[in-house]
């Protein structure tokens, strides 16, 4: 009778300990998951007019300001555009951000991203055998650089690394900065990690330039074509 009392007692605290591990992950998933950061949306691919410019030099440090919490890359911020449209002055940055399998997304740390993962797969204890994969992603950053305010948006496409993207790709209209090709549908930001992707947003941030440092070159030709704003 004692043993079958005892295995009551047992089977009870096992069943509560499960309870509390499910509990604790619907719990934590939001809380663990959620990426702040002020978004906007542009829309999707729509026909533009605007200018090509030259490729540009900036030798001066980019810091942005209560962003989201991207994994970046150790390389830094690569100015491959810069030119005016609608009588401002926008420079666009490139930079690899870093993400890994399973969660796919370049955001927070490791360790944060597993327990997401493990929060909404409801994996407990959270102990991953998972392989060891990195995914790279290109960060495309528009920066209005005299108001100081940019626009930051994930390129979740394997081959788009940063060296991909030159000039070339980004049209100056009259609205502000397009990116060509149509890439809207693996283009945006999340709210949160292992969420829908919002296709054709950014987030928008407080940026801090050296303006005095950006060297930028000329219009080289006009061009009318479908693309997506990114700033």
Not at 22 to 29: N, R, T
Not at 121 to 130: D, N, S, T, V, Y
């Amino acid at each position: 009778m004692k043993i079958k009392k005892h295995l009551k007692y047992f089977f009870v605290f096992l069943f509560l300990l499960v309870l509390v591990f499910l509990v604790w992950s619907f719990l934590a998933a939001p809380r663990v998951c959620h990426i702040e950061g002020d978004i906007v949306c542009f829309g999707g691919v729509a026909e533009v007019t605007g200018s090509v410019w030259g490729a540009c030099n900036y030798t001066g440090a980019v810091e942005i300001i209560d962003g989201p919490p991207v994994n970046w890359g150790h390389d830094g911020f690569e100015c491959v555009a810069a030119g005016r449209a609608g009588g401002k002055t926008y420079a666009v940055f490139i930079r690899e951000a870093w993400a890994d399998y399973p969660t796919r997304d370049p955001f927070k740390s490791e360790a944060e991203r597993d327990r997401c993962y493990c929060a909404k797969e409801k994996i407990e204890p959270c102990i991953l055998a998972k392989p060891d994969v990195l995914l790279a992603y290109p960060g495309i950053f528009v920066v209005d650089v005299e108001e100081g305010v940019g626009h930051l948006s994930i390129v979740y496409m394997f081959k788009f690394l940063p060296e991909s993207f030159n000039y070339s790709y980004f049209i100056f209209g009259g609205g502000g900065v397009y990116l060509v090709d149509g890439l809207v549908a693996e283009m945006g930001v999340k709210r949160e990690i292992m969420g829908p992707l919002l296709e054709g947003c950014a987030y928008r941030v407080k940026v801090r330039l050296e303006p005095e440092k950006l060297t930028i070159s000329q219009p080289l030709y006009n061009v009318t074509t479908k693309a997506v704003r990114v700033g």
